[in-house]
């Protein structure tokens, strides 16, 4: 696979590198440093060009001889939307995507690229369309930032669509729902046969439960963020204070997951088999449990290597969940 996947966090940045195998792929290449962007909408050309020296750095210390890459964009900075279209022919389907496209996206159609994805087929004939929109000056940005890397973007692909494809794989026939704690956005996704048919972002993730830390229980930031590695939800710590704390934002993300399978479960009468969580924050201890606690539902950390032969460095990888976006974008097709 002559490209390899940049993934671009508030946090970290990773990338990968994986071959071709038998029935998995074969990681080459896996690797994460910190991120000097929060956010890579409202970075100025400076901070562009110290991400692109991390980029470049990564890639030299890999020892990754391509310069193609596949990039992921966050789901808090794209608009998707699963549209219901009536039987109709391919061609038919061009015209009435353009319009839809016009309908649903809240910018104006020039100032974004948008594409589609037929995710399926009614009874009745009609087709289920996932349409996902991007603002052109947030891709200019990906273009500035790889050329000042001397390297060449071959894709942009929205993290939870990379994700979906590592973590559910192709031949998933199960229904999951696949949430991403990130640090300042949860992204939630429902995946069916290996598809993803739904996607939304909200804004609480584990930044606020930092900040709720920092808040409740009057800690600076490095102290706050070291609690809640270490205690996560567990009752047993501190004497509940840092679950206490904690819980207030895990709880906001329990009732989006709680909603978003309600939707999804009254547009299909379809079940949901389980949740998967993945990201920087999805191994907090206990919160797996408090979750599946409140959802009704089971409760899982995302395996990554379901898709992915580690090559047997999957042990000394701490949270491979966090790395789901960048091996997914590795998996790309292009």
């Known amino acids: 696979m002559n490209f390899f996947a940049v993934d671009i966090g508030s946090v970290n940045i990773k990338i990968a590198r994986l071959a071709k195998g038998g029935s998995k792929y074969e990681l080459e290449s896996l690797a994460m440093a910190p991120s000097p962007i929060k956010s890579l909408a409202n970075a100025n050309d ?75 087929e009614r009874p009745d004939g009609g087709l289920d369309v996932l349409i996902v929109a991007a603002p052109i000056r947030l891709i200019e940005k990906y273009e500035t930032l790889f050329t ?16 979906a494809r590592c973590v559910a794989g192709a031949n998933n026939t199960q229904t999951i729902l696949l949430v991403d ?24 993730a584990g930044a606020a439960m930092t900040r709720s830390l920092m808040t ?66 999805a191994v907090l201890p206990e919160l797996a449990v408090y979750l599946a606690g409140l959802v009704n539902l089971e409760v899982q950390i995302g395996n990554v290597w379901n898709t992915v032969d580690d090559r047997g460095r999957g042990s000394q990888i701490d949270n491979p969940s966090q790395y789901a976006v960048a091996l997914g974008l590795a998996m790309k097709e292009v």
């Open 148 to 163: 000042m890397a001397g390297l060449e973007l071959v894709a942009i692909e929205t993290e939870l669509l990379a994700a």
């Open 46 to 120: 400076q901070a562009l060009a110290n991400a692109a020296k991390v980029i470049l750095q990564l890639k030299q210390d890999s020892r990754i001889p391509t310069k193609s890459v596949v990039a992921s964009i966050p789901e808090s900075d794209v608009f998707a939307r699963l549209i219901n279209l009536p039987k109709m022919t391919m061609n038919e389907l061009e015209t009435a995507i353009t319009w839809e496209a016009e309908q649903y996206i809240p910018l104006p159609i020039v100032d974004v690229n948008y594409s589609y994805t037929v995710v399926g």
């Open 216 to 281: 409740g229980l009057q800690l600076n930031e490095d102290q706050a963020e070291s609690f809640k590695r270490s205690f996560g939800l567990d009752q047993r710590q501190m004497e509940g204070q840092v679950a206490m704390a904690i819980g207030q934002v895990a709880q906001t993300i329990a009732v989006e997951i709680s909603k978003t399978i309600t939707y999804y479960s009254s547009r299909t009468q379809a079940p949901i088999n389980s949740v998967q969580l993945i990201g920087g924050s």
């Open 181 to 204: 704690i990130g640090a300042r956005s949860s992204d939630l996704a429902i995946v069916q046969m290996g598809k993803v048919v739904f996607s939304r972002s909200i804004s609480m």
